[in-house]
Every structure is written in structure tokens, then in C-alpha cells.
């Protein structure tokens, strides 16, 4: 099939950029050198960026749609475990070719998540090469409110905000759409995060496997441990079906993928998150406690499950 031939500021003006007048803090978006932007008074500026890869982070085969969103999502998720409400973005798009089919899904996966959180595309930059996205996302958060993942204390509960292991689980088993949505369509939890600010001593969310990310509450919070009781972790059932428990027991403790939130709240504030405001449907879940003792201690899963390494590393 023949293309046209797309020029970069053709494929920027034609798929990315959009009116952004109005939108409150963007004083100047695409099309100038720079992008201007005031700040709220009374709040930090939360910048987070992530790097998506074909091949790594998504299948050539993957929708673009899909890969247009999850680029997104998975920025977004970091801004929730800040605790932020995202404000800005920019997109460092490189291409092999210029589809206008698959240029014009991937933009609408990608403004479909934007619109819905009010998230103005600010700039970015279009280069030709392997299929690779940058995403660099803004936010805003009261002045020193930020969830941390160091505030975690001995005592405290740990919670995920959701199920995990679904999206490794898709990896692993075909035409499962809860899974597929899941490893597809990641929800950043921002409400959820929010809500946590006051409550929560301490937040992450879970990319690169729950154990792997809670290990760096541990650390940072200076050198804790915990105890999981694997029997309360949040499964999907779609794989509990297709894999078998213990299968999908391993996916969600080592997975990744997941975008959900991990977070510590104090016993006393425990009664508080019955009534937040969460995107969640089954709200957060209780799986395990921080403790003095260095190590996370994983119980309830019989005493023949063993495994080594934890969380994925990208390595060369
Ligand atoms: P410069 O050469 O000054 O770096 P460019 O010519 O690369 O600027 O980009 C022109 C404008 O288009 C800038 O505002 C830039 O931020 C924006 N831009 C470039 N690529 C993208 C993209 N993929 N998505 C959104 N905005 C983009
Ligand atoms: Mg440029």
C-alpha cells in the first residue's frame, strides 16, 4: 500500500495539535519554541516521565489505539501515586512510517485518556526511527502535600487499590478480554490517589511487580520489612481460570504491569478510606503490614511455593 508522504509539521498540526484555549495554565501550548505555563498558587509541580518501547512495552501487533492510551496511562499512574492532579503533557514520538490510519487511532487513545482528565498536550517533538514514545506529564499538588514512598512506619497496613497479576496474565493466555483491558487499557488510579493525600503515610504504583515496588517503600522508608498474607491478594478471576491459583498467585505478586496503587495507611486512619472517593470498584484492599524486620515475609500460600528474583529489570 502506497502513502502519502506526511511531513512532520503536517502529522504535528493534523494529529496533535489541538485547541488548548481556555484551558486554565497554558498560556502557550504547541507551535512555539516552548511551551508557557502558570502555576496555581499554593502548589508543587509534579513532573513524571516514561519511555515506552515496541517490542517492550507493547506488541506491534497491540492496537494503536491501545498504545496511544497506555502511553498516557502509564504517566498518569505515576502522577496518582503522587498524590497529583495532572495538568500538562508532551509526546516525543518516534515513528518507522507515518500511517495516517494508525496515527489517527493512536492520537484518539491517547486524547481519549487527556480529555477525560482535562490534560492539555503542551509540545513534544517528532522524529523518524523505531517505534518508540516519550511522555513527559505535569501535575499539580498542595505545597508539600506529595505522597512519598519514604513516609512509611512499623504498624502501618499495606493496600493495593485493585486486582493484580492481570495484565502478566495476558501475556500468558489469549483472547481474554478482562485481561487483555487490563494489560491494554490500564486505569490510573488519580482519584484514588488524591484521596489519599492525609491519609496514606507513603505511595507507589505497581509497574514492575507488587513485591518489586513495595521493596521500595521498605527501603525508602528506611529499611523496613513486611508480612503479606498472600491469601488476601486481589486476583483476577479470568486467570485463576485460565492459569490456576498458584499460577495467578505468582503473576501478581512478580508480574508488573499492573498501574495499580500500593500504599501504607495507619491503623487509626484505616476507618477513613471506607469513605473516600475511589475509581475503584472493589475499593482498596488490605494485604499485609509494614514491620521492623527487614525482608517482605509472604504467608499463606502453602509451604511448596518457592521463587527467586523479584519484579522486572530492564537489562542489557
Ligand atoms: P523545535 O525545532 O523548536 O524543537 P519542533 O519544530 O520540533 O520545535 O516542534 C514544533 C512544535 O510542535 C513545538 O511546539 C513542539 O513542542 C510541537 N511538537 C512536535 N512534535 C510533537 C508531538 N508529537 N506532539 C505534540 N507536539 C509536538
Ligand atoms: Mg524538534
Same mark, same amino acid.
Given at each position: 500500500?502506497?502513502?502519502?508522504?506526511?511531513?512532520?509539521?503536517?502529522?504535528?498540526n493534523?494529529?496533535f495539535?489541538?485547541?488548548?484555549?481556555?484551558?486554565?495554565?497554558?498560556?502557550?501550548?504547541?507551535?512555539?519554541?516552548?511551551?508557557?505555563l502558570?502555576a496555581?498558587?499554593g502548589?508543587?509541580?509534579?513532573v513524571v516521565?516514561d519511555?515506552?518501547?515496541e517490542?517492550?512495552?507493547f506488541?506491534?501487533?497491540q492496537?494503536?489505539?491501545?498504545?496511544g492510551y497506555?502511553a498516557?496511562?502509564?504517566?498518569?499512574?505515576?502522577?496518582a501515586?503522587m498524590?497529583g492532579l495532572?495538568?500538562?503533557?508532551t509526546l516525543n514520538?518516534?515513528?518507522p512510517?507515518?500511517h495516517?490510519?494508525? +496515527?489517527?487511532?493512536? !492520537?484518539d487513545?491517547?486524547?481519549?485518556?487527556?480529555?477525560?482528565w482535562?490534560?492539555? =498536550?503542551? $509540545? @513534544?517533538d517528532t522524529?523518524?526511527?523505531?517505534?518508540?514514545?516519550?511522555?513527559?506529564v505535569?501535575g499539580e499538588?498542595?505545597r508539600?502535600?506529595?505522597?512519598?514512598?519514604?513516609?512509611?512506619r512499623?504498624?502501618?497496613?499495606i493496600?493495593?487499590?485493585?486486582?493484580?497479576?492481570?495484565?502478566?496474565?495476558?501475556l500468558e493466555?489469549?483472547n481474554q478480554?478482562?485481561?487483555?483491558?487490563?494489560l491494554?487499557?490500564p486505569?490510573?488510579?488519580?482519584m484514588?490517589?488524591q484521596?489519599l493525600l492525609?491519609v496514606?503515610t507513603?505511595?507507589?504504583d505497581?509497574s514492575d511487580?507488587?513485591?518489586?515496588?513495595l521493596?521500595h517503600?521498605?527501603?525508602?522508608s528506611g529499611n523496613?520489612?513486611?508480612?503479606?498474607?498472600?491469601?488476601?491478594?486481589? +486476583?483476577?478471576?479470568? !486467570?485463576v481460570?485460565s492459569?490456576?491459583r498458584?499460577k495467578?498467585?505468582?503473576?501478581? =505478586?512478580? $508480574? @508488573?504491569?499492573?498501574?495499580?496503587?500500593?500504599f501504607?495507611?495507619p491503623p487509626?486512619?484505616?476507618?477513613?478510606?471506607?469513605?473516600l472517593?475511589?475509581?475503584?470498584?472493589?475499593g482498596?484492599?488490605?494485604?499485609?503490614?509494614?514491620?521492623?524486620?527487614?525482608?517482605c515475609r509472604v504467608?499463606?500460600?502453602?509451604d511448596?511455593?518457592e521463587?527467586?528474583?523479584?519484579g522486572y529489570q530492564?537489562?542489557?
Open positions: 500500500m502506497r502513502h502519502q508522504l506526511m511531513r512532520e509539521f503536517d502529522l504535528i493534523r494529529f495539535r489541538r485547541p488548548s484555549a481556555g484551558t486554565s495554565g497554558v498560556d502557550v501550548g504547541i507551535g512555539d519554541d516552548g511551551a508557557v502558570s496555581s498558587p502548589v508543587d509541580t509534579i516521565t519511555t515506552s518501547v517490542g517492550v512495552h506488541r506491534s501487533d492496537s494503536p489505539h491501545s498504545i497506555r498516557l496511562a502509564v504517566n498518569l499512574s505515576d502522577i501515586a498524590g495532572p495538568r500538562w503533557a514520538l518516534t515513528l512510517h507515518a495516517p490510519e494508525w +496515527l489517527g487511532a493512536f !492520537a487513545g491517547f486524547f481519549e485518556l487527556a480529555d477525560r482535562e490534560v492539555t =498536550l503542551v $509540545g @513534544g522524529t523518524r526511527g523505531p517505534l518508540t514514545m516519550t511522555v513527559t505535569g499538588v498542595a508539600g502535600a506529595s505522597l512519598l514512598r519514604s513516609g512509611a512499623v504498624g502501618d497496613m493496600l493495593v487499590s485493585g486486582p493484580l497479576g492481570g495484565a502478566a496474565a495476558a493466555c489469549s478480554a478482562d485481561l487483555d483491558r487490563a491494554q487499557y486505569t490510573p488510579r488519580l484514588l490517589g484521596s492525609g496514606a507513603s505511595a507507589i505497581i511487580g507488587f513485591l518489586a515496588d521493596q517503600i521498605l527501603d525508602q523496613l520489612g513486611a508480612n503479606i498474607d498472600a491469601s488476601t491478594l486481589p +486476583l483476577f478471576d479470568a !486467570a481460570r492459569l490456576g498458584t495467578a498467585l505468582d503473576l501478581a =505478586l512478580y $508480574g @508488573g504491569d499492573d498501574y495499580e496503587l500500593c501504607t495507611v487509626e486512619k484505616l476507618s477513613v478510606l471506607k469513605q472517593k475511589c475509581d475503584v470498584d472493589s482498596p484492599v488490605c494485604v499485609g503490614e509494614v514491620v521492623s524486620e527487614k525482608g504467608h499463606g500460600i502453602g511448596r511455593y521463587r527467586s528474583g523479584s530492564h537489562e542489557w
